[in-house]
């Protein structure tokens, strides 16, 4: 779908909120807490991003992005290139981050930008009337987003580790502070999560929810294996160097992507025979495990053939 672009506001340091409307005539599809769109960009980039408004109100969609001093071209394209009135192409709506609205508490833990999601999850639980609790860490007050959006509420606790007399958040202190049927949330760069899932490794899974809003994602391109595509009868061979996903895309095949990372679930195919390398972000331990689906934006092989149901 396509949505315009009305206004762009400096939310941070290096970070802009941007909302966007309908076109004349047209309605923007309902979203629930914590789902993102995808942006096509120029030279055919496309990346998502969290939607962080109210999902009561689908008048319109805002974003945030922030500018990564080692960008790969989608924040600093958005940066240097976005304007109001640009109208911008877009995927609905999807959701792999949900908010369980049923919980008896909730645990908000944020770094960084990694609060967008978070704060549309905020504005539901307010609706519906359930308790919840934030913990958000920026580098400085000058770099910590939306932190106006926020502030005056006892349950939201902030804190700064990037300047003198700050702190790192306790994020061992918090999980384990947390009310045992309390569901936790977190968002944040790839560090942090990798020691939350540990904090929280004791927990129900079905509790424990987290996001990655980016990632240092080591892709497969050690090659030396077969793609065979069993809806066309296509076959391609991935030699050393090569990324299942960019051989496709070389050859015609209409593969759906967005991070190219591993991050985001958009690539995620069925694998009919072989074995998966897996090197995404997305998936849990059960489902690498089972080696029925792959994100081959960034996965290999680990046997000689890979049949995908494509």
């Not at 096509?40 to 990346?47: A, E, K, N, Q, V």
């Not at 080692?70 to 949900?98: A, K, Q």
């Not at 290999?300 to 890979?306: P, W």
Request: a negative charge; hydrophobic letters at 35%; one cysteine or more.
């Amino acid at each position: 779908m396509k949505a315009r672009l009305i206004q762009i506001r400096l939310e941070a340091e290096g970070v802009h909120a941007y909302r966007f409307e309908p076109l004349p005539g047209e309605t923007l599809p309902p979203f629930e807490a914590g789902a993102h769109v995808n942006v096509t960009l120029g030279d055919g980039i496309t990346r998502s991003y969290s939607l962080l408004n109210d999902p009561a109100d689908p008048s319109f969609y805002e974003i945030a992005v922030h500018l990564s001093p080692t960008s790969r071209g989608g924040s600093r394209y958005i940066h240097e290139h976005w304007h109001v009135g640009l109208v911008v192409d877009m995927t609905d709506p999807s959701n792999n981050f949900p908010l369980d609205e049923t919980a008896a508490h909730s645990v908000m833990i944020a770094g960084g930008i990694g609060i967008t999601p978070l704060l549309s999850m905020i504005d539901r639980l307010d609706a519906i009337g359930r308790p919840w609790e934030l913990h958000y860490v920026a580098q400085s007050p000058e770099r910590a987003a939306f932190v106006r959006h926020l502030s005056g509420r006892d349950n939201v606790h902030v804190q700064f580790d990037g300047i003198e007399g700050g702190q790192p958040l306790d994020l061992r202190g918090v999980v384990e502070a947390a009310p045992a049927d309390a569901h936790l949330y977190c968002c944040g760069p790839q560090g942090m999560l990798d020691a939350y899932k540990g904090f929280a490794a004791g927990r129900p899974k079905g509790h424990v929810h987290l996001e990655y809003f980016t990632a240092d994602t080591q892709i497969a391109t050690e090659g030396g294996f077969v793609v065979e595509l069993a809806k066309s009868g296509k076959s391609f061979e991935i030699k050393e160097g090569d990324r299942i996903l960019d051989v496709l895309l070389d050859n015609g095949v209409d593969v759906p992507f967005a991070c190219s990372e591993g991050t985001c679930g958009t690539c995620e195919t069925r694998v009919i025979e072989g074995t998966p390398d897996h090197r995404d972000f997305f998936l849990t331990d059960d489902e690498r495990a089972s080696g029925e689906m792959m994100m081959v934006c960034c996965s290999g092989c680990k046997s000689d053939k890979l049949v995908l149901d494509l």
